[in-house]
């Protein structure tokens, strides 16, 4: 059905049934213009798809179908995106939709199998969950998201070889009013060829026909029905300006519609925005965010701003605090006669550089009448939120990449103002700094509830929204305005839901898109309910997706509802799956207590075993005058293990468990072998041995830091800064670097530079987790915790996120946090991808609890899990890439290697099962060590993964005496750039008493 037709009843609404009565007006200030329209650009929608191949092919959008009805102030956009691969290998790629302050994202569709099928909506950590699991089975899902920043991010695959995929989007917004004109703007810009373009935009209910503003040479609304529709059509379409048109604002309106059994209204006030001059301050708190993000910012126009505002306001005193990964004191300035050159030379020489500590920010503890904040408000680094005081807060941001909902909290919070440098021209924003903006400060009624705006809300230029729901028949609803909490004027609007009704579709989303947006303000808070009318109302939010499945059992697995189509056939598999997953449950964690049976099993036996035998019994060791070294005895043991990686890789979960510890070596059958009976004279309980840990020294081998080397101490920053430029854009530079400095004892530098890493692609819990576990390494733990808490919001899907924020958290003196964390992770289920993970965990749970001498209260753990297990060695390998195999080989002092293919060794060496689809942990075990060497190497066997496999980075934590209170570790950091590549990581010896 056309878009037009479902909206052509607004149109009784739009001229019957409301009347509003202004009382107490006060016209006297000056009202908000805006001469230009909204000019800022972007991109068109791409997709990024990375490869190992540097001769791949980028991905061609090859046609773009736009969309767009107007009904009211209300629009609606919908883009069809084609898009075309001319490689000859499938791909998975990424379409980022940055999108504009006030639009809500409410449809996503991508084809498969040749048909069209329809997002539906699901918590974010679910969708996640989805999208992985049947990614990795090579079939069709589609997923988008909402990250940081307002921007969305599409995940699509298969984009197929030599062929195309559609991927649909549907947005709605509340358009702006200029000078008594509402503006729509389609901001892309197209400076390569589009093979076909096509745009359709339709207003219904208007008698005044829309005016075409920009990049539609030609194209001009004609009347159609009862309103007005334009169509462009192009081939190979170029333009340097994005498409925009303008329509008469009109008189205020209302109209309700019925959505779930709920009577919702919206009510479009002409009220324009108006501006009530403020005394100048005289004292000003500059704080200028020069975090690595804000390079993103429109510098010169931020300036330029400033230029103005001091101009105006002549003379001023600023202080100026400099933002990155912590707070600095800057410079004082004295402004005279409007001269602010000295303070914009000083701003303009920042280096953008660090993460963005949000927290470190305490307004209270500085004296200003008022506060500029020039930042996107984007906290990535230790604390989230500033610290607000008194003062009122004019946050300026210039980045489409911006935190609007807390930005406009901020200001909105202490009496300031929200001023979007993307949106407005610097003479509009100058009003906003230098006047108090007219604000809806309440709305109060009878018939109706849950009215939003429900705080504070500046009246933008040409009108503002309000929604709610009716309670019956007919409501009034009286909206209060004025300045700076002061009421000045209000307006009454009375509303029927007989005379105002349509039957158009979006007014309760619309309703629960502005609830969103308010709750966002305070996120944190407001999660529960923000998921609830996200799933409800089929809206993109921080913790709502939209995702497309191939078939119908991957709904079932994930417990998706799936579109109508899908529907019946959903419902009769989950009758089926709900009776199963009770046994199934039933029988997980029965498995894991036999697993943990069987490491005190193994952790009582005695050591060294007897020398193998095979099933006909062929003694490995020569009777007679032949003697067979330890050396040799490996190298047979060894090659009797079969080393597929197929049938380890296809084994279940716990098959390996019911197998035996020693894994292959304890198996029945053909080519089986299985140990002696007879005693051994040895005994590891014999030998008392002192120990020692020594860790190969890792060189990147990296131009970059043979020239920080070269450089003399007072430069190497300036340095460092020159080269980040050219290689800022790998998550490895900023880890050398840091290293650097760090060695060099500059440890302050050495966070800024790490401290990059959150700033490089906002929720990439691979480069977080990097991050995370460097922090680690070099005593950060506080903010270790911070960024391992956000790799659980971005992954609580995957056992690790919880099992690294758990580590975090106990070094940084929580206990009880942590072994809750790993006691959550020991009792619940986890794709079939990381199996025995419960068992590593359940040690260091215990090890924890040991530690922490009773002070972790354990009330609620099953107590068969909790018996500690000290070892004279342990090795951890972890890795940062999904769908990347690496292997962790010991090497005891008799020559024997414990690796996934000889998990047992004769002198006690036991490692953990072998994770062939990413993360880790894997873990090397020994009680009792002997005397001699053993060598640790970390083998890169190969990826799956369908995306840009660069350096994998890996994780090795090294222990002597582990969980005995007298431990020693040392951890080293690493990149792997091939597979097939072996790395020695380090020694531990250990000599006899």
């Not at 049934?17 to 791409?46: N, S």
């Not at 500029?372 to 980045?399: C, H, Q, R, W």
């Not at 809806?440 to 018939?447: D, E, K, P, R, V």
């Not at 005995?964 to 951890?971: F, L, M």
Request: hydrophobic share 35%.
């Amino acid at each position: 059905m056309n878009i037009l037709t479902s909206f052509v009843a607004v149109l009784a609404a739009l001229i019957t049934g409301m009347y509003i009565q202004p009382v107490m007006q006060k016209p006297i200030c000056k009202p908000i213009i805006a001469d230009t329209l909204f000019r800022h650009t972007l991109p068109p929608p791409e997709i990024i798809a990375r490869t190992d191949n540097s001769r791949t092919k980028p991905i061609i959008l090859d046609s773009l179908d736009v969309q767009i009805s107007v009904v009211g102030n209300i629009a609606r956009t919908t883009l069809t995106m084609i898009f075309r691969n001319d490689n000859n290998t499938v791909l998975e790629g990424e379409l980022n939709v940055p999108l504009d302050e006030g639009q809500t994202i409410r449809r996503f569709a991508m084809d498969v199998n040749g048909n069209l099928r329809e997002g539906v909506p699901v918590e974010k950590q679910q969708a996640r969950v989805a999208f992985e699991s049947v990614v990795r089975r090579k079939t069709d899902p589609g997923l988008i998201e909402l990250t940081r920043g307002n921007s969305f991010r599409t995940r699509v695959y298969p984009i197929p070889a030599k062929g195309v995929k559609t991927v649909v989007v549907g947005y709605d917004q509340e358009l702006p009013a200029f000078n008594d004109r509402l503006q729509y703007v389609l901001p892309f810009v197209f400076k390569k060829p589009v093979a076909g373009f096509t745009i359709r935009a339709e207003s219904a209910g208007s008698d005044a026909e829309p005016k075409v503003e920009e990049a539609a040479t030609g194209a001009e609304f004609i009347p159609e029905n009862d309103g007005f529709a334009l169509t462009v059509r192009r081939t190979n379409y170029v333009s340097e300006r994005p498409f925009s048109f303008s329509l008469p604002a009109g008189e205020s309106r209302a109209f309700t519609a019925d959505q779930a059994g709920t009577s919702y209204f919206y009510i479009f006030s002409t009220t324009q925005g108006q501006f009530e001059k403020k005394l100048s301050p005289r004292s000003l708190v500059l704080v200028w965010d020069a975090s690595g993000s804000g390079s993103k910012r429109q510098i010169i126009k931020e300036l330029a701003l400033l230029d103005l505002y001091f101009q105006k306001i002549t003379s001023c005193e600023v202080q100026t605090l400099i933002l990155r990964d912590n707070i600095e004191s800057g410079r004082k300035f004295s402004v005279v006669g409007g001269n602010s050159s000295v303070l914009r030379e000083y701003l303009q020489n920042q280096p953008f550089d660090g993460a963005t500590n949000l927290g470190s920010l305490d307004l209270r503890h500085y004296r200003g009448d008022e506060i500029l904040l020039f930042s996107d408000g984007t906290g990535n680094f230790g604390g989230k939120e500033i610290m607000l005081g008194n003062a009122p807060v004019y946050a300026v941001n210039s980045s489409p990449d911006a935190e609007y909902s807390y930005l406009r909290y901020v200001s909105q919070k202490t009496g300031g103002a929200f001023i979007n440098l993307l949106s407005s021209e610097n003479e509009d924003a100058l009003e906003l700094l230098t006047s108090r903006q007219l604000t809806l400060i309440s709305a109060t009624s009878t018939g109706a509830t849950d009215i939003v705006p429900s705080v504070p809300t500046p009246v933008p230029a040409g009108g503002i929204g309000i929604c709610g729901k009716m309670n019956g028949g007919t409501a009034v609803i009286t909206l209060h305005y004025g300045y700076g909490g002061r009421e000045e004027f209000t307006e009454t609007v009375r509303i029927s839901t007989k005379e105002n009704k349509t039957d158009a579709d979006f007014i309760g989303s619309l309703h629960a898109a502005k609830k969103i947006a308010e709750l966002d303000m305070k996120y944190s808070e407001n999660k529960a309910e923000i998921t609830r009318l996200g799933k409800e109302f089929s809206i993109v939010t921080r913790n709502t997706s939209l995702i497309v499945l191939d078939r119908v059992e991957d709904y079932a697995q994930h417990e998706i509802t799936p579109p109508e189509e899908l529907l019946a056939a959903y419902n009769r598999i989950m009758t089926t799956k709900k009776q199963q997953k009770i046994l199934d449950d039933s029988t997980r964690f029965a498995d894991v207590l036999r697993l943990f049976a069987d490491r005190q099993k193994w952790w009582n036996e005695k050591f060294p075993k007897p020398m193998l035998i095979d099933k006909s019994e062929q003694i490995l060791r020569i009777s007679g005058d032949e003697t067979m070294n330890d050396e040799t005895m490996s190298e047979q043991s060894d090659a009797l293990m079969p080393t597929s990686r197929s049938m380890r890789a296809s084994a279940s979960p716990m098959m390996e468990s019911r197998m035996g510890r020693g894994g292959m070596s304890a198996m029945n059958g053909r080519g089986a072998v299985q140990y002696n009976t007879a005693e051994s004279n040895e005994s590891d309980d014999e030998i008392q041995t002192t120990s020692s840990i020594s860790l190969e020294a890792w060189n990147p081998e990296t131009p970059y830091i043979e020239k920080l080397k070269s450089s003399p101490k007072q430069e190497q920053y300036k340095t460092y800064l020159a080269l980040k430029s050219e290689y800022g854009g790998a998550a490895g530079f900023f880890l050398d670097v840091a290293d650097f400095f760090y060695n060099d004892g500059q440890k302050d530098v050495a966070l800024r530079v790490l401290s990059n890493i959150a700033e490089m692609e906002l929720e990439n819990p691979q480069i977080f987790r990097v991050l995370g576990h460097r922090l680690m390494q070099l005593g950060y733990t506080e903010y270790a915790v911070g960024i391992f808490r956000d790799v659980l919001e971005m992954r609580g899907e995957e056992p690790q996120s919880y099992r690294d924020l758990a580590l975090a958290l106990a070094a940084d003196n929580n206990p009880q946090e942590a072994a809750d964390l790993l006691y959550h992770i020991i009792v619940n289920k986890w794709d079939a991808r990381f199996p025995e993970i419960e068992l590593i965990v359940a040690g260091e749970l215990n090890r924890l609890t040991a530690k922490s001498r009773n002070t972790v209260k354990t009330g609620k753990f099953d107590k068969r899990l909790l018996t500690n297990m000290p070892a004279d060695i342990r090795v951890v390998l972890t890795w940062d890439a999904d769908n990347c195999d690496m292997d962790l080989w010991v090497t005891d002092p008799k020559g024997e290697k414990c690796f996934y293919g000889n998990r047992d060794t004769r002198w006690g060496g036991h490692i953990s099962r072998d994770l062939v689809g990413g993360y880790g942990p894997e873990e090397f075990i020994m009680k009792k060590a002997i005397p001699g060497t053993y060598t640790v190497q970390v083998n890169y066997y190969g990826t799956t993964s369908q995306k840009t496999v660069g350096p994998t980075t890996v994780q090795v934590v090294l222990f002597t005496r582990y969980a005995t209170g007298r431990e020693e570790k040392k951890e080293i950091t690493m990149r792997l750039n091939k597979t097939r590549e072996v790395i020695d990581i380090g020694k531990f010896e250990f000599a006899e008493n």
